[in-house]
């Protein structure tokens, strides 16, 4: 049985001033203006959970319950999670890495991408706290999960996008029937836009007053990594950046799995991607800067085009603290790294994921990440999502008439060849 809220959640405290809050629908400190996350009882959540319990578990996210900020059992999102960890030999051999393995949400359920975790606990914890409306802003991933587990929940659902996303996720938004706003601007401007209605109306937005809850789901992703390599930390593992919150969870999520005594030692150096066209966060730390400056999107990875990410700086510090790197890549590199990663391990990754590869190739590159290092590369999102990206990369089919003959010669195949 998972331990209740009151013995599980210690409530919110910021992570600035440290100051605690009860766990309510909140997300900025009233004394310093710091964003607040969960707090846990670990002593409670110790004597309860082992590997042996995790593993007894449903085969999905809601194994790790005991690490998620919930007050009974999951109501949305019960099929999220637990997705695969490939063993990457192909693309292993092409970058020269012994032990390479990519954690593979472009299968995640029901929206194909990691988003479908945050949104399960994010709304699963607006239920309980009384919303029956849901919103949020979004640069593409996040609009298509909330749309479609609140169609699932029965929730009124409001999302908020930029005008220019790719044609894919949009439709990925309106088959869900919510409303649908785009806005003139950036994702910036959208989510200016919804911290003001935030105040206006009474609505669960995922990314504003949910947040601290939200954001906690992204954990999931290292705690299926540590499970799935027989509960052992990586050596590396590299994670794409756009807000900076899901580099922080995973390091989090490690952190509370050594904390808890579910793996025996720590030493995984977690490393941030983003494209060039939008790098705020590997910019300040090339620079040698524990500060970042916010900059204007121009990138083909609209799903990490975040100029003003809101934990860049935590995202700084959690690469600091475990001796991890960051780079960047161009719009070029983003879908060569699509192109490597469909072409050696058949999993076609949205840009994200080419921001992904691309930098795990310079980081390998840059004698970073060794050859016999356990690595592993998070691809969070699906390549059908951005055709767009690659339509230029791919060239056209073949065209023949419907002749042995002319496929043969087209092909330069042996007739008798059997």
Not at 181 to 199: F, T
Not at 254 to 271: A, M, P, R, S, W
Not at 276 to 291: L, M, T, V
Request: neutral net charge.
């Amino acid at each position: 049985m998972a331990p209740t809220t009151t013995d599980k959640i210690k409530g919110l405290i910021c992570r600035e001033c440290g100051k605690t809050y009860p766990p309510v629908s909140l997300h900025v400190c009233d004394m310093c203006f710091g964003p607040l996350e969960v707090q846990y009882n670990y002593e409670a959540i110790k004597s309860r959970i082992s590997r042996k319990t995790i593993e007894a578990g449903p085969k999905s996210l809601w194994r790790y319950i005991d690490l998620l900020p919930i007050q009974g059992e999951p109501t949305v999102g019960l099929y999220a999670g637990l997705t695969p960890l490939i063993r990457a030999k192909n693309l292993g051999d092409e970058l020269g890495l012994d032990k390479l393995y990519i954690k593979n949400d472009t299968v995640n359920h029901p929206t194909l991408s990691f988003k479908d975790r945050v949104v399960s606990v994010a709304l699963t914890r607006a239920l309980e706290l009384g919303y029956d409306t849901v919103a949020c802003a979004s640069t593409g991933n996040l609009a298509n999960s909330v749309a479609a587990h609140a169609a699932a929940a029965k929730m009124q659902c409001y999302v908020f996008i930029p005008h220019d996303l790719e044609a894919s996720k949009v439709l990925g938004n309106l088959v869900y029937r919510p409303n649908v706003v785009e806005v003139e601007g950036n994702y910036d401007d959208v989510n200016r836009l919804c911290s003001e209605i935030a105040g206006e109306r009474k609505w669960a937005f995922v990314n504003v007053n949910i947040r601290p809850y939200y954001a906690e789901g992204s954990k999931t992703l290292a705690y299926e990594v540590v499970e799935q390599l027989g509960w052992i930390a990586p050596d590396q593992i590299v994670i794409p950046m756009a807000s900076g919150s899901l580099l922080t969870k995973i390091w989090k999520g490690l952190n509370e799995f050594h904390k808890l005594g579910l793996i025996d030692g720590l030493t995984t150096k977690v490393h941030g991607a983003q494209a060039e066209g939008c790098s705020p966060i590997s910019a300040a730390y090339k620079q040698g800067r524990d500060f970042f400056k916010p900059v204007k999107p121009n990138t083909i990875a609209k799903s990490l085009a975040i100029g003003n990410p809101a934990d860049g700086y935590y995202a700084l510090k959690a690469t600091a603290e475990s001796g991890g790197a960051m780079d960047s890549v161009t719009d070029e590199e983003i879908v060569e790294g699509m192109m490597l990663l469909a072409q050696t391990e058949g999993v076609f990754a949205e840009t994200a994921g080419g921001v992904t590869i691309g930098v795990l190739k310079k980081l390998v590159k840059q004698g970073v990440i060794k050859r016999t290092d356990t690595t592993v590369a998070l691809i969070t999102g699906n390549g059908l999502k951005t055709q767009e990206a690659v339509m230029h990369a791919v060239g056209r089919p073949t065209r023949i008439s419907p002749s042995l003959a002319q496929f043969l010669k087209t092909f330069n195949l042996d007739k008798h060849e059997r």
